[in-house]
């Protein structure tokens, strides 16, 4: 199976991404739409000891059991093979709900996570699945994703309201302040990249209308955010490219600093709302 654009991906995911892309299409045929990569393999910033891999797939119509069970049972051979540190994250998505009927969250027809998940879609499902993190694999794709197979990103993808965009992610935010305010002590401890980034990445949008990567919203952060907070950002930056590179932080300023970046989130999702 050939694929478009590799040329614009790390060479270090093309053989994976081969091998997914080929068992898509064995199992699909011809309701198999599109493959859409997105996230940092896509927008920049991915380092493969760390990073995880993000695509969509597309199709016309839902899946059949058969369908599902073929799909994991392949999905399950290759499980972990060739992967990035931090795996390898999928979803299957019926056209429509990309496009013309989007709705919030957003219903799929199975996901590519952990092991135990991939293996769960191989049952018969009785109730919708619906992931509002969808919202904000559409809005990256559509903005800044790469086609790998099938029907141009602009042919698929409908304009998200911003709002659902910034719902998305500032779940993820919510889920990182609790963490930091729970499990912070009062000894300096290693920087929980994932949370000081994602903060950074929903400030830029909420501050600076950008739809940007981890890597980037860290960048526009420390240009843009008090300066008190720049050591705690260039740890994050510093963490995400190499595990165990930086300098351990303040539990204090990084308490702080939640606090400040979920003030200003939750700001900003309740006057979307209102």
């Known amino acids: 199976m050939e694929l478009k654009n590799i040329e614009k991906l790390p060479k270090e995911v093309i053989p994976v991404l081969q091998k997914h892309a080929q068992i898509l299409l064995d199992s699909l045929g011809e309701k198999l739409t599109g493959i859409y990569v997105h996230g940092s393999v896509a927008m920049g910033g991915f380092t493969f000891k760390q990073s995880d891999l993000d695509y969509l797939a597309i199709i016309s119509s839902p899946l059949t059991l058969e369908e599902r069970q073929k799909l994991s049972k392949s999905f399950l051979e290759i499980y972990e093979k060739d992967a990035p540190g931090n795996g390898i994250e999928m979803s299957i998505v019926v056209e429509k709900f990309a496009g013309s009927d989007f709705r919030y969250p957003t219903p799929y027809e199975f996901h590519m996570g952990t092991e135990e998940q991939i293996k769960s879609y191989s049952l018969p499902h009785k109730a919708e699945m619906t992931d509002p993190d969808l919202a904000a694999h559409f809005t990256i794709t559509k903005k800044r994703g790469i086609c790998m197979y099938g029907k141009a990103i602009d042919e698929i993808f409908a304009d998200i309201p911003r709002k659902y965009y910034l719902d998305s992610i500032a ?85 702080d600093f939640a606090n400040y970046s979920q003030h200003r989130i939750n700001e900003a999702v309740k006057e979307n709302y209102d």
């Open 171 to 255: 779940k993820d935010s919510g889920e990182s302040f609790k963490n930091i305010q729970e499990k912070t002590g009062i000894e300096k401890c290693t920087v929980p990249k994932y949370a000081i980034l994602n903060f950074c990445r929903v400030l830029a949008l909420i501050e600076g209308n950008l739809i940007v990567s981890k890597v980037e919203g860290a960048e526009w952060a420390l240009k843009n955010l008090p300066e008190k907070y720049h050591s705690l950002i260039s740890a994050a930056l510093q963490e995400y490219s190499e595990a165990f590179s930086s300098e351990k932080v303040d539990p204090l300023l990084l308490k």
